[in-house]
């Protein structure tokens, strides 16, 4: 590995020449280096931060005004953190911003990132742009300091996962939970939250204390076409590039680069090949949206205006004003099943009143602009600046973890694996003795074995050979003798 790769302290000694090689190859995109000396006046190598010209054009041009925000861990000999900004194409893709190397994840690292990414896409103070990330008290410092007037939505995924951990445990706490959390009007929202509160009145107030307003979509913005409330779109992103993560400093920018670069060319050549002005993700969006419009009942009002009922529910619908009562129509940028009821029954197509952000010639304005190729390391020129030692690690004991630990909240759907620990001291599943902070309690006493002997039945069922009766060997005992009359003769 060392004489593909070479060594690590290679990769960061060549840290200056690699941003001076994107900016000859891609002029207008943005590198910055971060190195810190230490008191015994070597520089070691602090952070790297990159944003190539055409992601920060094409986002520009063809990407909705949301963004987000998330970093992961490296899995090399170095360790560090990958902090990235993710946005979201006109076809609901992975669309990649920019991205940073740092060695921790922590305010000061989030604030340095925001800015160069504020810089970049030209955000001013957070106005009208959405940023979706977890609940890292870092990053939710830097973006209420560096993005006040921004809407902030936080990975309801997370919330989830914080709820679920608190104690509140169970089908029933998690169906509550979605439910309240995919709302798209406040009065339903309250409705899912007093039937929380009737169950259990401290899971009421723990979800009511993580502000709502922050995941929960009846309280979202209606002007972003983006409905989500959760970052899996980032978690996407760093699903992608795994085996980069796991190489050298140079080795992984590099991966990553490419990745990204074939990515732009082949999107622009996948377009090519679509018909129709809305890009195909989204009509079918559009037809699960409409899947139940059949169970809706329209009742016409006059001037393009309707009233959708079913049983109890009803809702008002404006074709002219592109608004229904629901908001899912204004929050998603597509029409919901109410608007696409009233459409059929004005006899209009549903597909002229997507929102024009997913069309797609927004789609192919993202991917307009291509990273442009790169020299190897052989024809990189040499920087005057001082070359950078490798950042001080400490190594932690036991082995190195690759993937990501999932929490318990993952793995609902899952299949469980083929050995579960249980307790000798709990007796609960998923943790030994040793490690047990619970209190003892006594086994469930075991089924007592009857005495005698098992019945004929019993074992014809618990065994896997039929049981010869006694015609059968009667029967074989017949035809011994048959063959011992026949060899005599």
């Known amino acids: 590995m060392v004489m593909i790769e070479g060594k690590i302290a290679d990769h960061y000694s060549r840290i200056w020449d690699y941003a001076a ?9 943005t590198v910055q280096v971060g190195v810190t000396m230490n008191p015994d006046g070597k520089h070691y190598f602090h952070r790297f931060y990159v944003c190539f010209h055409a992601l920060k054009t094409g986002w520009i041009r063809g990407c909705r005004p949301v963004i987000g925000l998330d970093g992961c861990f490296l899995k090399g000999q170095i360790k560090g953190e990958l902090l990235t900004a993710i946005g979201r194409d006109a076809n609901n893709q992975v669309y990649p911003i920019c991205w940073a190397v740092v060695d921790v994840e922590n305010k000061e690292n989030w604030k340095w990132f925001l800015e160069l990414l504020i810089e970049d896409v030209g955000l001013q103070e957070g106005g009208g742009v959405t940023v979706i990330s977890d609940q890292h008290k870092g990053l939710l410092e830097a973006v ?24 509140y445990n169970g089908e029933e706490y998690k169906f509550i939970f979605w439910a309240a959390a995919s709302c798209t009007v406040e009065p339903e929202f309250m409705e899912v939250m007093d039937r929380l509160k009737a169950i259990d009145v401290e899971a009421y107030e723990y979800l009511m204390a993580r502000n709502p307003n922050s995941w929960c979509r009846a309280y979202f913005n209606q002007d972003r ?35 990204v670069m074939e990515r732009v060319a082949t999107m622009h050549k996948v377009q090519e090949r679509w018909d129709g002005p809305i890009c195909p993700a989204i009509i079918k969006k559009l037809e699960n949206f409409g899947k139940d419009y059949r169970l809706w009942s329209v009742y016409s009002s006059g001037g393009g205006v309707f009233e959708t009922r079913s049983a109890h529910a009803s809702y008002c619908v404006d074709l002219g004003s592109w608004y229904c009562t629901c908001r899912l129509w204004e929050l998603s940028g597509v029409p919901c099943v109410h608007a696409i009821a009233a ?11 997507i929102n024009p952000v997913f069309s797609i010639e927004k789609f192919k304005s993202s991917y307009d602009t291509f990273i442009q190729p790169m020299n ?18 400490r190594r932690m004991p036991g082995r190195p973890t690759v993937n990501r630990k999932r929490h318990a909240s993952e793995n609902d759907n899952r299949r469980p694996g083929k050995r579960t620990v249980r307790c000798k001291n709990c007796q609960q599943f998923g943790h030994n003795k040793k490690s047990c902070k619970n209190p003892s309690k006594e086994p469930d006493p075991k089924p007592k ?41």
């Open 343 to 353: 459409m059929y029954f004005d006899q209009q197509n549903p597909e002229d009143f």
């Open 144 to 167: 209420k300091e560096l993005l006040p007037h921004a809407e902030h939505r936080q990975c309801a995924r997370h919330i989830y996962a914080n709820f679920k951990k608190s104690g």
């Open 225 to 259: 076409a983006c409905e989500a409330f959760e970052n899996g779109i980032s978690e996407s992103f760093n699903a992608m590039i795994m085996d980069a993560r796991k190489r050298p400093l140079l080795t992984m920018l590099e991966m990553i680069r490419l990745s």
């Open 449 to 489: 074995k009857k005495i005698g002997r098992p019945t004929v039945e019993k074992i014809a069922r618990t065994s896997k050979r039929p049981r010869k009766t006694k015609a059968a060997t009667k029967k074989n005992k017949d035809q011994g003798k048959q063959h011992i009359a026949g060899y005599n003769d």
């Open 376 to 393: 190897g390391s052989n024809l990189w020129h040499t920087t005057p600046y001082e070359k950078p030692l490798p950042p001080i690690s």
């Open 21 to 29: 090689e994107v900016q000859r190859s891609n002029p207008g995109s």
